[in-house]
């Protein structure tokens, strides 16, 4: 069974800074787009960044310059350095795991980002 877990979230001042870590198991991790979405309160999931397996990276405008993705294909992982974090920044953030051909979709279980004084 494919999984995919979160770690990093917390609470955060505005301002300050997170690490989100997913860590991959049972797939052929270099082989998969990898991003970060995040849902908020009452708010659609939306894409945060993402990374394909080249490491062509891909941004949301709100955190472009803020956050960076990255990842490591020897340690099934991939991560998103979060910087300069604002209040809206506060939300569900989700792994997730993309493969065209064949189609797969895989998700973590999240992991919560609050940004607040």
């Known amino acids: 069974q494919v999984q995919l877990v979160e770690s990093g979230g917390g609470l955060v001042q505005p301002g300050g800074s997170l690490r989100l870590s997913c860590v991959a198991s049972?797939?052929?991790?270099?082989?998969?787009?990898m991003g970060w979405y995040r849902q908020a309160p009452g708010k659609q999931r939306e894409l945060v960044a993402s990374?394909?397996?080249?490491?062509?990276?891909n941004y949301a405008e709100s955190v472009k310059g803020r956050f960076t993705i990255s990842r490591d294909n020897a340690e099934n992982t991939v991560y998103m350095q979060m910087n300069s974090l604002k209040p809206e920044d506060t939300a569900v953030y989700y792994c997730?795991?993309?493969?065209?051909?064949?189609?797969?979709?895989?998700w973590g279980q999240g992991t919560q980002v609050t940004v607040s004084s």
């Open positions: 049972r797939i052929i991790f270099s082989n998969y787009i």
């Open positions: 997730n795991a993309k493969l065209d051909l064949p189609r797969k979709n895989y």
């Open positions: 990374i394909g397996n080249f490491g062509r990276t």
